[in-house]
Nanobody, 125 residues
């Protein structure tokens, strides 16, 4: 089972940018669909973005499509989430998750078998 470790969370001002990383071990990210989810205080976990294994198809939540970019670095076995034009409502703990092969619906957390511990992103002036 893939093991995942997120990093890159920080405090950033509104309008700023941040790149999160999800480093994998005990498997190759290219064999998995890797997704990012986030959970803000008092709110349910929501899907942010995903990238499929092999073909590298990318998926985004509608509200983040124009601001976030997911990418995969197979050499470093890492998936990145570049976040631009950050807003206070982007404040949350961000988690990466993995599922072998393709998933039926990338937005459903139940599709994923492995989860990281999360990294905190705070957008505040």
């Amino acid at each position: 089972q893939l093991e995942l470790v997120e990093s890159g969370g920080a405090v950033v001002q509104p309008g700023g940018s941040l790149t999160l990383s999800c480093a994998a071990s005990k498997g190759a990210v290219d064999d998995y669909t890797i997704a990012w989810f986030r959970q803000a205080p008092g709110k349910e976990r929501e899907a942010v973005s995903a990238i499929s294994g092999r073909g590298g198809l990318t998926y985004y939540a509608a509200s983040m499509r124009d601001r976030f970019t997911i990418s995969r670095d197979n050499a470093k076995n890492t998936v990145h989430l570049r976040m631009d034009s950050l807003k206070p409502e982007d404040t949350a703990i961000y988690y990466c998750a993995a599922a072998i092969g393709r998933v039926g619906s990338w937005k459903f957390s139940s599709e994923y078998d492995s989860w990281g511990q999360g990294t905190q992103v705070t957008v505040s002036s």
